[in-house]
């Protein structure tokens, strides 16, 4: 009974409330319009393709680009697409529903952690607030409803917890929150290595602000002499090394991604990520939207009249100042006064890389580019919104009415932001064939590899497949014309085709309608028992980036097949590593608790 009345039903409370913002999901039909709705719903359709061809941990997606192949999943985090695969392998969804049924997860989490991390500074009241307020946000509404993008949404739920394990391990350290946060930090890199990137420097000074405060409390700073300097600093780094060493076990969890995903990503062609309509020169705001109430639908452009919205909320900036005088003045807010300055700082470096103002920093930091949009930048406004909409609840412990009143608020606030456009799929049914006119009449889907100077808009395989075939060979027979080179498949998967061949003469190639990438192989197998017995040479044939493979006069047998490269065994080996120091770190923990 005593666990029952202690309890903190809030976290009930903060998954009842987001029901609104699940609801659209839970409605007959699917957002086809949005930017990447489609995205999702075959990213999702290729993993399990490749998932259920015996391959683990997808990297390659043999279908992307017409058929040609594309290394994907060795550059984009997959976890998103792994729960999806979950509800669709285990629960029995079809594909759109296991898109929606992830969303409708991220949403719930993110409220969860949002609550959990405010709790931490301003107590329930704040933390049921700050919760409501990052749920209903209208950029993650945006994310959520306009753009569907869902290893972004995915994302928004994971912030929060870093943040709020982050805070434990400074201001309460324990070891049960350096796994819960490596864990989380973890889960951000495997779904967007992106949002990992722009939320990471802001997370360190967070830390270190709350290192350098509870510092301040022992000893003032202003007292600091030129001989406690580096006492100062040892306490410092102190300080950080908890969650220094909970993000560096998260890291390590997540190397299996983010290692090859570093080094490989110069393999494929980066004028498809950065340039054309990823131009982040057409994508900066007007300092007028970030204060509009528009919404709307369809791509954005550049302009001052977008048709979608980059409003920061109206209910969210109100209660935001309303706080900021009442943080001031009331001792209850006091423990929180440094979150709150922080999430002040954050709001306005958000709100400001998004203005066209912010160009020249641009221009000189290449790092902010990574973003590709800088209303991606509104991730920060995010965060910081939603714990300065709950600064005026900051130390108020029992104050539930309250903090119900101002979560009703925001909720009315963002009301009618809470739709989809429905759509029928133009594609028709999701199937190959329906991604194939997905890729030709959006150009999208169709990345190429660094050694494809020209990039295909079709295909021989999209032939076929829009035809009602199906793929059974990635050799290019049209070139057989001479009858000199015989060739037969004998075995095709995800990644990997085994064939039979009778060259008359040497010097014959067999091309093959596959992008090249590192990690791609050719073996001549022995007859009787199909091993490897020598390495064949595989070359790149330009200008579709193709690759070819010389064989041997006579008859044999060869594969060709997508292997590990080496940054990818170290990363798998890295990831493999720490999740066994986790274990025996949490084992020896619970032992030591035993005892």
């Known amino acids: 009974m005593t666990k029952v009345r202690n309890f903190d039903w809030n976290w009930l409370l903060v998954a009842g409330l987001s029901l609104l913002a699940i609801g659209p999901f839970l409605a007959p039909g699917y957002f086809w319009g949005a930017h990447d709705a489609r ?5 999702l359709f290729l993993f399990d393709r490749v998932f259920q061809d015996g391959v683990w941990w997808p990297r390659w997606l043999p279908d992307f680009t017409f058929g040609y192949g594309y290394p994907f999943f060795n550059i984009y985090g997959p976890l998103a697409s792994f729960v999806g695969e979950a509800f669709h392998l285990l629960g029995g969804l079809d594909f759109v529903a296991a898109v929606e049924a992830v969303f409708i997860v991220s949403i719930v989490a993110s409220g969860l952690g949002m609550y959990g991390f405010a709790r931490a500074w301003g107590g329930r009241g704040a933390g049921l607030v700050a919760a409501v307020a ?20 995915v994302a928004l739920a994971f912030i929060p917890f870093v943040f709020w394990g982050c805070r434990a391990l400074v201001t309460r350290p324990r070891w049960a929150a350096v796994f819960g946060t490596a864990l989380a930090y973890a889960g951000l890199m495997l779904t967007s290595h992106l949002v990992t990137f722009i939320i990471t420097p802001p997370l360190i000074l967070y830390v270190a602000i709350l290192g350098l405060v509870r510092l301040n409390r022992e000893q003032p700073l202003r007292q600091v002499s030129a001989q406690s300097v580096l006492p100062l600093l040892a306490n410092l780094t102190r300080q950080g090394f908890l969650p220094g060493l909970a993000l560096a076990l998260g890291l390590g969890l997540s190397a299996i991604f983010w290692l090859p995903a570093l080094t490989e990503f110069r393999y494929v062609r980066q004028d498809q990520w950065y340039g054309g309509r990823y131009d982040y020169r057409d994508d900066f705001i007007y300092f007028h939207q970030l204060f509009s109430p528009a919404w709307g639908f369809g791509i954005s452009g550049p302009g001052p009249d977008d048709p979608v919205g980059f409003g920061l909320g109206v209910v969210p900036v109100i209660l935001a100042l309303v706080g900021l005088g009442l943080a001031r ?10 979150d709150l300055r922080f999430s002040w700082g954050l709001l306005l470096l958000g709100a400001f890389l998004t203005l066209g103002a912010s160009a020249p920093l641009w221009e000189w930091l290449s790092p902010i580019r990574f973003a590709q949009f800088p209303w991606r930048y509104l991730t920060y406004t995010t965060v910081a919104l939603a714990s300065l909409s709950a600064a005026a609840m900051a130390g108020r412990h029992q104050a539930t009415l309250p903090a119900l009143f101002l979560s009703a608020l925001l909720i009315l606030g963002s009301y009618p932001y809470l739709r989809g456009e429905v759509r029928e799929p133009a594609e028709g049914p999701v199937s190959l064939a329906g991604m194939m006119r997905f890729m030709q009449s959006a150009d999208e889907m169709t990345g190429a590899t ?15 497949i829009i035809a009602g075939g199906e793929i059974t060979s990635r050799v290019d027979y049209s070139r057989e014309s001479d ?3 015989i060739v037969g498949s004998v075995g095709l998967s995800a990644v990997h085709e085994e064939l039979y061949f009778r060259a008359e003469g040497p010097g014959k190639r067999i091309v093959f309608n596959h992008f090249y990438y590192p990690g791609w192989r050719a073996y001549l197998l022995d007859k009787e028992q199909g091993r490897p017995v020598r390495e064949l040479t595989v070359e790149v044939q330009e200008p579709l980036g193709r690759m070819t493979v010389e064989v041997p006069a006579g008859e044999g047998w060869m594969i060709l097949r997508f292997e590990d490269t080496p940054v990818r065994v170290a990363g798998k080996a890295a990831s493999g590593l720490t ?17």
């Open 329 to 338: 003045r009331g001792r209850e807010a006091e423990g929180a006064r440094w």
């Open 450 to 464: 660094a050694w494809v100077t020209e990039r295909p808009h079709w295909s021989p395989m999209a032939d076929v």
């Open 39 to 43: 995205h999702n719903v075959y990213f």
């Open 134 to 153: 990052y749920v209903y946000l209208p950029y993650h509404l945006f994310d959520l409803y306009v753009r569907m993008a869902l290893a972004e949404s």
């Open 579 to 595: 999740l066994v120091l986790l274990v025996l770190g949490w084992v020896i923990r619970w032992v030591g608790r035993r005892r």
């Open 483 to 485: 009858k000199s080179l």
